[in-house]
């Protein structure tokens, strides 16, 4: 069984940025595409962004773009870690952030939808204040 933990999270103010990390408990380098969703309060759980099985791949929702960094899944930085790079923080982002490991995916998707993915991190709490 494939496990996901999330770490990075905490309080931060508008304009900074944080790292998120995606450890997953096996090697997820050629094997799954990685993605990052997040949940507000109140709110669906939303795609942020996604990288390929080989980490060459990126895609972002419009909110995020410019502003976070997916990176990693590859054979140089952790053969099982995916970095979600956050700068620029807006109120707007406060959510849990959780990654997701889709099995299936071809090896250049991205995919979007949640009911891709197979398994799940149990998420991290990012706030950001105004």
């Known amino acids: 069984q494939m496990q996901l933990v999330e770490s990075g999270g905490g309080l931060v103010q508008a304009g900074d940025s944080l790292t998120l990390t995606c450890t997953a408990s096996?090697?997820?380098?050629?094997?799954?595409?990685i993605g990052w969703f997040r949940q507000a309060p109140g709110k669906e759980r939303e795609f942020v962004g996604a990288i390929n099985k080989n980490g060459g791949i990126t895609d972002y929702t419009e909110s995020v773009k410019g502003r976070f960094t997916i990176s990693g899944n590859n054979d140089r930085d952790g053969m099982n870690k995916v970095i979600l790079q956050m700068n620029n923080l807006k109120p707007e982002d406060t959510a849990v952030y959780y990654c997701a490991a889709d099995a299936n995916a071809r090896s250049a998707a991205v995919p979007r939808d949640r009911s891709s993915y197979d398994y799940w991190g149990q998420g991290t709490q990012v706030t950001v204040s105004s």
């Open positions: 096996r090697r997820t380098f050629s094997r799954y595409a």
